[in-house]
Every structure is written in structure tokens, then in C-alpha cells.
T-cell receptor, first 118, second 115 residues
Framework: AQTVTQSQPEMSVQEAETVTLSCTYD???????LFWYKQPPSRQMILVIR??????QNATENRFSVNFQKAAKSFSLKISDSQLGDAAMYFC???????????????FGKGTHLIIQP | NAGVTQTPKFQVLKTGQSMTLQCAQD?????MSWYRQDPGMGLRLIHY???????DQGEVPNGYNVSRSTTEDFPLRLLSAAPSQTSVYFC??????????????FGPGTRLTVT
């Protein structure tokens, strides 16, 4: 079974600065998907960014980018020009490319609580 | 599009009671799933469905039943509620096509308390 580890329970950053959230995962598969989700106090799960393992290019979405290191099984999220609205729990998630046998669905890390200091 | 909707938003049950959490999506997604979120934990998969009439167990299925009679709806039934089922429940759906999988869209969640 795959596991996802987020080693930073909480991170704090000054507004307008850059912060990087860490995520590592364990898998024996070569094709899979990785996601970062944001959960603000409203508890709504919001997709931040998505990466397919077969793509070497790191995904970017505006101020959000990832550093995907497939050999190291690392998938960190960089938030540039941090804003107060970025304050939330951030979850890293893994999805197998296979279907059936319990492979469907996302495996989540325990999350990182991001605090933005004004 | 309303996306993924869940009802109710909040529910309090007594131990031993049963209830159904409702989930619906209007995006014609084949894949739907239920997760639970406990304090200090990420979401954990309870059950999922890859299409109408097809369901399977996830990581934590005990105490829950599901069925999928239509593409749109995927209700989660608690058969005999226990305090250990106190949690926030999320329903999600996603499109899968051409052998690829896409991001899951989540509902707003249901906070369930079992006393």
C-alpha cells in the first residue's frame, strides 16, 4: 500500500514571502498521480495543483508550483508571494494509475497547517 | 453546475441509530467516493464506485454501506452508529477517460457526531 508523509505539521511565513511544503511518498508503481489540496477553515477541499508521474516537467498554477523528484519520491509545493488567503491546511495526496483492488481513491498525508503572518 | 452536493451539513446521532448521508453530482462523473476526516488526519477512503451498479471497499469500510443505482447519486449508510464514527464525511467525484484519471471534486462535507 502506498503511504504519503508530510513531515511539517505547521509552517509559518510572512505575507509576500515564499514558502515550501514538503511531501514524500512510498510506492512501487511507475505511473501515478500526485495532488496538493487546500482546506481552509470552511473545510472545503480545493485542488491546488496536479502532477502526472510520467511528465517530467513540474506543474505550475499561478503562484503555486511543485518540485517533483520521482527518484527521490518527493513532491514539494512552493507558494510564492504568500497571501493571507493562502492560510489553510494543505494536504498532499497520491493516486495510483491502476483501478480496482483498492487502488482507486486518494491516499492523503496528514496535512500541513500553513499560517500567514501579516 | 452545482458540482458535488452533500446533505445534511451537520448531524447528531445516538449510538445504535442508523442514517444515510446523501451525495449527488451533476458533472456526469463515473467515479464517486466517500472519505472520512478525523482530527490530525488526512482523509481516508471508505467506499468508492467506478460507475452505476459497481462499488468497492476502501481503507476503512466497516460500519458503512453504499450503493450506486444512478450516475448522479452515491449515498452512504451508517447501519448502527458508534462514537468511533464521529467524523467529517466528504463525498467526491471525478472524471476518468482515455485511461487517465483526473482530480477529484469534493463536496462541502457533513459533520457527524455520535453520542
Amino acid at each position: 500500500a502506498q503511504t504519503v508523509t508530510q513531515s511539517q505539521p505547521e509552517m509559518s511565513v510572512q505575507e509576500a514571502e515564499t514558502v515550501t511544503l514538503s511531501c514524500t511518498y512510498d510506492t512501487s508503481e511507475s505511473d501515478y498521480y500526485l495532488f496538493w489540496y487546500k482546506q481552509p477553515p470552511s473545510r472545503q477541499m480545493i485542488l491546488v495543483i496536479r502532477q502526472e508521474a510520467y511528465k517530467q516537467q513540474n506543474a505550475t498554477e499561478n503562484r503555486f508550483s511543485v518540485n517533483f523528484q520521482k527518484a527521490a519520491k518527493s513532491f514539494s509545493l512552493k507558494i510564492s508571494d504568500s497571501q493571507l488567503g493562502d492560510a489553510a491546511m494543505y494536504f498532499c495526496a497520491y493516486r495510483s494509475s491502476y483501478s480496482g483492488g483498492g487502488a482507486d481513491g486518494l491516499t492523503f498525508g496528514k496535512g500541513t497547517h500553513l499560517i500567514i503572518q501579516p | 453546475n452545482a458540482g458535488v452536493t452533500q446533505t445534511p451539513k451537520f448531524q447528531v446521532l445516538k449510538t445504535g441509530q442508523s442514517m444515510t448521508l446523501q451525495c449527488a453530482q451533476d458533472m456526469n462523473h463515473e467515479y464517486m467516493s466517500w472519505y472520512r476526516q478525523d482530527p490530525g488526519m488526512g482523509l481516508r477512503l471508505i467506499h468508492y464506485s467506478v460507475g452505476a451498479g459497481i462499488t468497492d471497499q476502501g481503507e476503512v469500510p466497516n460500519g458503512y454501506n453504499v450503493s450506486r443505482s444512478t450516475t448522479e447519486d452515491f449515498p452512504l449508510r451508517l447501519l448502527s452508529a458508534a462514537p468511533s464514527q464521529t467524523s467529517v464525511y466528504f463525498c467526491a467525484s471525478s472524471y476518468s477517460g482515455r485511461g487517465r484519471y483526473y482530480e477529484q471534486y469534493f463536496g462541502p462535507g457533513t459533520r457527524l457526531t455520535v453520542t
